[in-house]
């Protein structure tokens, strides 16, 4: 890349002064990485940015996006554990927010174990609550419908969901411009923005016997109090997703949002995020 240099010849007059030097974009090992001021909009960093590719549980935060887009939401409904959501996460050996079947667990405590641990167990509790149908299979299968009428309803054009958490059958695609896109719209959610900048969370819930449990959730963000100014947003991985991150930060008054899908490692996708929001912050 070439800086140019504007200077005014030896004619008796002062040398303009130099352009700033574009700012050289980062390399990353992610497949795909996309970058975003929230409050222009602008574009600040695009590296496949409209690849469709596997989400692995950022597909979360859509799950959140559209319990907390409800008519009405009551955030401290209690919803019972039910054993269908144990079985679920030990046949698809998923992350857990090791809920307890017979509890009963409030919407935004579901949502906690959602956005922190990673929990598919609390994933699966919100769709049968919020999907709609006379058995459990119609509810779910409503509830990821909702979840595309959402997407659709954001323009996300190159996104698609078959499941409620991110393990899919091989139709849980989305992009890194898209994912930023929607991150973007959920963080404008007060309750959603106070979840996923929590690093760690103790919450207290109701046993089957009206006795209680505290439950303890970390975040499994790692730039959250690593890097300067983190607020969220949502991590995934799996053998098909690989190592993703959806990331925002704020500094100097300034919220950047990105997104890196399809890194090599754990380390890597946090390495990738943080040198797009060093250069987003540049800019």
């Known amino acids: 890349m070439h800086v140019t240099v504007w200077t005014v010849l030896a004619t008796g007059a002062a040398a303009a002064p130099a352009q700033a030097a574009p700012v050289r974009p980062p390399s990353i090992t992610a497949k795909g990485g996309f970058v975003m001021n929230t409050g222009s909009g602008a574009a600040l960093y695009a590296k496949g940015a409209d690849s469709r590719l596997p989400t692995g549980s950022t597909a979360k935060i859509m799950t959140a996006h559209v319990v907390l887009s409800q008519k009405n939401l009551d955030l401290d409904a209690k919803v019972p554990v039910q054993m269908a959501y144990s079985d679920y996460i030990v046949a698809k050996t998923a992350s857990s927010a090791r809920l307890i079947v017979g509890d009963k667990v409030t919407v935004r405590q579901l949502l906690y174990g959602l956005l922190l641990p990673s929990g598919c167990d609390a994933a699966y ?109 949502k991590t995934g991985s799996g053998p098909e997703a690989k190592y993703c991150l959806v990331f925002a930060a704020t500094r100097g008054g300034r919220t950047i949002v990105g997104t890196v899908l399809a890194s090599s490692s754990e380390a890597n996708r946090n390495t990738d995020a943080t040198k797009l929001l060093d250069h987003g912050f540049r800019q």
């Open 125 to 233: 509790a919100l769709a049968d609550t919020y999907g709609t149908g006379s058995t459990r299979q119609a509810r779910v299968k409503s509830f990821v419908g909702k979840m595309n009428s959402a997407a659709t309803g954001l323009g996300l054009k190159n996104t698609h969901f078959d499941s409620f958490d991110g393990i899919g059958n091989g139709k849980n695609y989305s992009t890194p411009r898209d994912l930023t896109r929607l991150a973007g719209q959920a963080m404008k959610n007060a309750t959603f923005r106070a979840i996923v900048k929590t690093k760690s969370t103790k919450q207290r819930v109701t046993t089957k016997n009206g006795g209680y449990r505290d439950m303890s959730w970390t975040n499994t963000n790692k730039l959250l109090g690593t890097y300067r100014g983190a607020i969220g947003v």
